[in-house]
């Protein structure tokens, strides 16, 4: 039987160690799991005591609003005022998806096209690369960080490959799709950077779709920028904020679409024929999140910074050549030497075979990702201190 859009997909590579992950635990061994980012820290209390209070009032039972309740649409719009300066109309330049990835999948829909060509990091988080092939658009992969020069500086490089690729395109692309803080790669950019992206995409009529999924999990003072505080950047981009890992609320599925309103309001009117949005407790909830936990995205990153340091410390007194990310809730570590020539798949199914240890391999997020595999901080320090010594047995 054939089927559209699918079958052009490849096989999810992450399900070829997700395989041999559970072989192993069936077979008694006990895997220190460090592949997929999924948050292990809990939801805030009070969002919780919330959803009860909410789910048990019948009149939350009935259809919601797709584009998200007015109150969780304003609570949004007082969080990036109090942190970015930046004003959004609740009404018209905020609209509430069912996670990120959601709101970003349908947003390819109303952006794109059969013929047109949207520009993507690669590697890149896979919704990123194939949202637009599931519009029927052709994607146009820019290498990020792959250069081997010590002195390079991947968000320089990856600028000016933008440009050339935008240059060397017909038709023009249309879309472009980043994330900073960047999975996998942990890629920061500063304001300056986003700056200039914003006046690339003025100059040449394109859309910027920025994925914000790690606005709140940052390290060492850095703090990475809204695209849109850059002055005039509503005009040209749109931003994606998810509750996911800020606030670890990953299975409630609360996510915003924030920035241009003409771009909002066409991905509000695809969503009305498409869902009813969120079950509403889990929105109210969501909005006494925002409003009442302020505090908690910096209590995850705590846990986040305490893991980050000893996988990262753990890592390099083994050999590995890893930097400790100043964003994401990753570490992506180089492939060792001995070992590059097996490929991220291979290798990464070597880990788990030789040292019972569970990570994502680098081809999972596009071909640009095959020289590296990428760790997730999802296990706690003593489970990451297992993991470092069950690392000893690869020689490198």
Same mark, same amino acid.
């Given at each position: ?25 069936? =077979? &008694?061994?006990? @895997? /220190?799991?460090?592949?997929? !980012?999924?948050? $292990? ?7 919780? #005591? ?84 599931? =519009? &029927?658009?052709? @994607? /146009?992969?820019?290498?990020? !960080?792959?250069? $081997? ?7 320089? #490089? ?239």
């Amino acid at each position: 039987m054939q089927f559209r859009r699918i079958d052009s997909i490849p096989p999810y590579v992450f399900s070829v160690v997700d395989s041999k992950k559970r072989d192993a635990r069936r =077979a &008694g061994k006990d @895997v /220190v799991d460090l592949g997929f !980012g999924n948050p $292990d820290i809990a939801s805030p209390d009070i969002a919780v #005591e919330k959803l009860v209070e909410a789910a048990r009032n019948p009149r939350n039972h009935r259809y919601s609003v797709s584009k998200g309740i007015p109150n969780l649409r304003k609570a949004l719009s007082e969080r990036y005022k109090s942190l970015y300066d930046v004003d959004l109309d609740p009404e018209t330049e905020v609209v509430a998806t069912i996670g990120a990835k959601e709101g970003l999948a349908h947003l390819m829909w109303v952006l794109l096209g059969p013929g047109d060509v949207a520009l993507v990091p690669s590697p890149s988080y896979p919704i990123h690369i194939f949202a637009p092939l599931f =519009a &029927g658009a052709e @994607v /146009v992969q820019v290498p990020l !960080g792959v250069s $081997d020069s010590k002195d390079s500086i991947p968000e320089e #490089e990856f600028f000016q490959r933008l440009v050339e690729s935008y240059e060397a395109t017909w038709p023009r692309p249309r879309v472009v799709i980043v994330s900073f803080p960047h999975n996998p790669t942990t890629t920061c950019v500063d304001f300056s950077w986003m700056s200039r992206l914003v006046r690339f995409a003025k100059e040449r009529d394109v859309v910027l779709v920025h994925d914000f999924a790690y606005s709140d999990t940052y390290f060492d003072g850095f703090k990475p920028p809204s695209i849109l505080q850059v002055p005039g950047a509503k005009e040209v981009a749109v931003e994606l904020y998810t509750l996911t890992k800020s606030f670890s609320m990953a299975g409630w599925r609360v996510g915003f679409m924030v920035g241009n309103a003409e771009v909002c309001q066409a991905l509000a009117k695809m969503k009305s024929y498409l869902d009813y949005g969120t079950f509403q407790p889990i929105q109210i909830a969501a909005t006494v999140a925002l409003r009442e936990a302020q505090n908690y995205p910096a209590e995850v990153t705590e846990v986040y910074r305490q893991r980050r340091d000893a996988l990262c410390d753990g890592l390099v007194k083994l050999g590995w050549d890893v930097k400790r990310p100043r964003g994401t809730m990753f570490v992506w570590a180089p492939i060792p030497a001995k070992y590059r020539a097996l490929g991220s798949l291979e290798f990464a199914s070597l880990m788990i075979d030789e040292t019972e240890v569970a990570v994502s391999p680098g081809v999972g997020f596009g071909p640009g990702g095959d020289g590296y595999v990428r760790f997730a901080l999802i296990e706690n320090e003593q489970r990451i201190a297992q993991a470092i010594r069950n690392l000893k047995r690869l020689e490198l």
